[in-house]
């Protein structure tokens, strides 16, 4: 890989890390089941609560990734 590739790879975590510095954790809705984050798209898979990946799941769907 070039030396261009790591200097664009080190500008962009420059950025990304500028712009989610003084991000803070959503707090907890109150749900009745006592979980989840609020509706889901239709045809979006809920991950089960105790899937290894259940943490990014949900991060990625607070992202409006999933």
Do not use: C, Y
Request: charged share 25%.
């Amino acid at each position: 890989m070039s030396w261009l590739g790591h200097l664009g790879g080190l500008i962009g975590g420059l950025v990304g890390a500028r712009l989610f510095r003084g991000r803070r954790p959503r707090p907890a809705k109150d749900t009745p089941s006592g979980g989840g984050t609020g509706p889901t798209p239709r045809g979006a898979l809920q991950p089960r609560p105790d899937n290894p990946r259940a943490d990014l799941h949900k991060e990625l769907g607070d992202l409006g990734l999933l």
